[in-house]
């Protein structure tokens, strides 16, 4: 079974610039996850995805959305880059997720460079 | 609020010698938890979870203790091998929908 699959693997964007970043669950998986991870501030939850419903949101602005399709992909979109965004971000999936007590299973993540 | 620590950033221990990271938890509703292992370059992988039913779980090479009294969890790697080298992470669940992860302990394993 193929694992998660997260593209681009990098990209470089300049501020102001917008992005969005690809994510395929493992086949049967429902939920999907977005983490930041900065050196700094470590994994930092963005949102839940389940049968394209947003179900959580963690606390970052606006500025960051994200979808989940009927096939259980998902993506997220950052507008107005700033420079503070530049982070590796995580994609991670389960078979329910939500309030289940269930492991992650993370893709490698897009490292994104804002510049 | 929430937040899940580690006691140590950096643990450096000689190969084959045990290995124990700790890590500290502040919300007493927490009741799952898990210890991911990031190697550069791949995100977090799955290394062993407990439940808050119990206080101790075992896995290859690898042990999870959980003592709810003071809120600490800890991860015991026996016969530690250059492979083991990485970032690990603690993390919770407290019955919400995500998965709160601490800062990460990075462990060196020398030869």
């Known amino acids: 079974k193929a694992g998660v699959t997260q593209t681009p693997r990098y990209l470089i964007k300049t501020r102001g610039q917008q992005v969005t970043l690809s994510c395929s669950p493992i086949s049967g998986h429902r939920s999907v996850s977005w983490y930041q991870q900065t050196p700094g501030q470590g994994l930092q939850f963005l949102f839940e995805?389940?049968?394209?419903?947003?179900?959580n949101k963690g606390n970052f602005p606006g500025r960051f959305s994200g979808r989940q399709f009927s096939n259980s992909r998902s993506e997220m979109n950052v507008s107005t880059l700033e420079l503070g965004d530049s982070a590796l971000y995580l994609c991670a999936s389960s078979l329910e997720g939500g309030t289940s007590n269930e492991k992650l299973f993370f893709g490698s993540g897009t490292q994104l460079s804002v510049l | 609020g929430e937040s899940v620590g580690l006691h140590l950033p950096t643990l450096s221990v000689q190969e084959g010698d045990n290995s124990i990271i700790n890590c500290a938890y502040s919300?007493?509703?927490?009741?799952?938890f898990i210890w991911y292992k990031q190697e550069s370059g791949k995100g977090p992988q799955f290394i062993i979870d407990i439940r808050s039913n119990m206080d101790k779980r075992q896995g290859q090479r690898v042990t999870v203790l959980l003592n709810k009294t003071v809120k600490h969890l800890s991860l015991q790697i026996a016969a530690t091998q250059p492979g083991d080298s990485a970032v690990y992470f603690c993390a919770e669940k407290a019955g919400g929908f995500k998965t709160i992860f601490g800062a990460g302990t990075r462990l060196f394993v020398k030869a």
């Open positions: 995805y389940f049968s394209e419903t947003q179900r």
């Open positions: 919300n007493s509703a927490s009741d799952y």
